[in-house]
């Protein structure tokens, strides 16, 4: 029998996992978005919730509803091989390739570099990441619950601090919205939704999910029904509360750029909006808030990466693990948040649709009996077409020419597949295979009973 939860218990469970998610550097993508997308940032930010807040709470119930232990139990149900790749591409892209170095480059440009010399910047963010990757480090290796304490302490500080600066933005904005970037100039909404895709809050969801059914079972609920029920009214706290702060930081960037000009990051929209409206005393509470979230947020995902590389391979110790991703993190931290921004990218319009896929295969898993062939099938067309989508964004990144080979079976693609364009042509060919390899599953598996029957 289940424990009947009290609203209360939901909302505990809900901050936690608004915890889980808002990294400190989930900040500086609303902001960019707001200031790329102008007076088209609603229809943009619209765009951003559904990757940014609808796909992580989806990823969360789905571990829940297919019953996986995890997120290599979830995707071995295509192969085990796949289910292996899969989960240690996800970990280190959350990990200490994009995610882990994000949170130092972050800390540095909205809470150090306001009070640096542009000369000093270079010095000032290795001395700066070397410090901060240093404490992680050690930290990590010695986990307590000093960190625990600090993250409970940080959620609402953050929600207050934010909270106060967006009332400012909407009752005494900086300025109006001005004509959106090219990008956004049309299919905003569509280019919002891509770029929902920098949080990373959907792929951290599929590692997070049985985070919070552990926290729900403990609470008392046991059954599948209730572990769903409960996830899903907590999912939705969280959701709602990311949805405010993101739309909030949209706008405020929307009407930041006739004051701050358009930046090349989100960092800086965050401590020139504060400095505007707060002084040298906001810019400081923001730099410090941020910058200790940052690093509860570091000290997290280089505990979770060492402990499963770990698992993976025993002989090589948690505590090699945790020196190896804590310098790894402090040298790509120091090619700058642009720098890392653009190149996740790329590994994202890849990593992203097989996300998403699999979270559908998840929830549509029964329809078609759990076949595998229905698993097989949808995850290689979605990886013959992200792949590809993969690789041309990281020649734009780059500005080189695509290769011959490569700019063909992009023409092609671009010429037969719906929203190609616009980042999604997998969508539409992988719903068709869900279909189409679910109907020969149905019936596969519907002979072999008949025949089952008849025999007996």
């Known amino acids: 029998m289940d424990t009947k939860l009290s609203f209360k218990a939901y909302a505990v469970v809900g901050m936690m996992l608004f915890a889980l998610f808002f990294g400190a550097g989930n900040l500086i993508f609303p902001a960019q978005l707001g200031q790329y ?49 899969f989960t240690a591409a996800l970990y280190l892209t959350i990990g200490p390739f994009f995610a882990l170095p994000r949170t130092g480059a972050v800390s540095y440009e909205v809470g150090i570099a306001p009070f640096i010399g542009q000369e000093y910047m270079s010095i000032g963010l290795i001395v700066f990441s070397a410090i901060f990757f240093g404490i992680a480090l050690w930290l990590s290796l010695n986990p307590s619950k000093m960190v625990d304490s600090i993250g409970k302490f940080l959620s609402p500080a953050i929600l207050v601090t934010l909270g106060v ?21 049309s299919g905003a909404f569509l280019k919002g939704f891509t770029e929902g895709y920098n949080t990373m809050d959907a792929l951290a969801s599929l590692v997070f999910g049985i985070i919070v ?14 572990i769903l029920t409960a996830t899903l009214k907590s999912g939705v706290v969280a959701a709602a509360l990311l949805a405010i702060v993101y739309t909030g930081i949209a706008y405020l960037g929307a009407t930041s750029t006739s004051t701050l000009g358009v930046l090349e990051t ?49 002989k090589i110790s948690y505590k090699t693990y945790v020196v190896v991703f804590s310098v790894f993190s402090f040298i790509v931290a120091n090619a700058g948040l642009a720098n890392i921004i653009t190149y996740s990218i790329p590994v994202l319009m890849f990593l992203y649709p097989l996300a998403i896929v699999l979270i559908i295969l998840a929830f549509t898993s029964p329809l078609f009996k759990h076949d595998r062939l229905v698993y097989v099938a949808t995850i290689t067309v979605t990886f013959f077409i992200a792949i590809i989508d993969g690789l041309k964004t990281l020649t734009g990144s780059l500005g080189v020419a695509n290769p011959g080979w490569l700019q063909a079976i ?26 189409v390899t679910g109907l020969i599953a149905r019936s596969r598996k519907g002979v072999s009973v008949q025949t089952a029957q008849n025999e007996y």
Not at 55 to 79: C, E, F, M, N, T
Not at 410 to 418: H, M
């Open 213 to 226: 059914i552990a926290t729900v079972r403990k609470l008392g609920v046991t059954s599948s029904k209730g």
């Open 266 to 314: 989100g960092g800086p929209v965050l401590s020139g909006a504060s400095g505007h409206y707060f002084g040298t005393f906001g810019t400081l509470l923001l730099a410090v808030i941020i910058t200790l979230a940052c690093l509860t947020t570091a000290i997290g995902l280089i505990v979770a990466n060492a402990e499963f590389f770990h698992k993976l391979t025993p």
């Open 410 to 435: 992009i023409d092609f693609y671009a010429a037969i597949l719906p929203l190609y364009a616009d980042g999604l042509g997998w969508l539409l060919p992988a719903v068709v295979v869900i279909a």
């Open 37 to 85: 997308a102008g007076s088209e940032v609603w229809i943009a930010i619209a765009g951003f919730l559904i990757t940014g807040v609808g796909l992580p709470l989806l990823g969360i119930l789905a571990i829940g509803y297919s019953k996986s232990s995890d997120l290599q139990d979830l995707s071995s149900r295509v192969h085990p091989i796949f289910g292996l790749v």
């Open 165 to 185: 600066l967006l009332i400012a933005a909407i009752f005494n904005p900086m300025g109006s919205p001005e004509a959106p970037q090219e990008a956004y100039a």
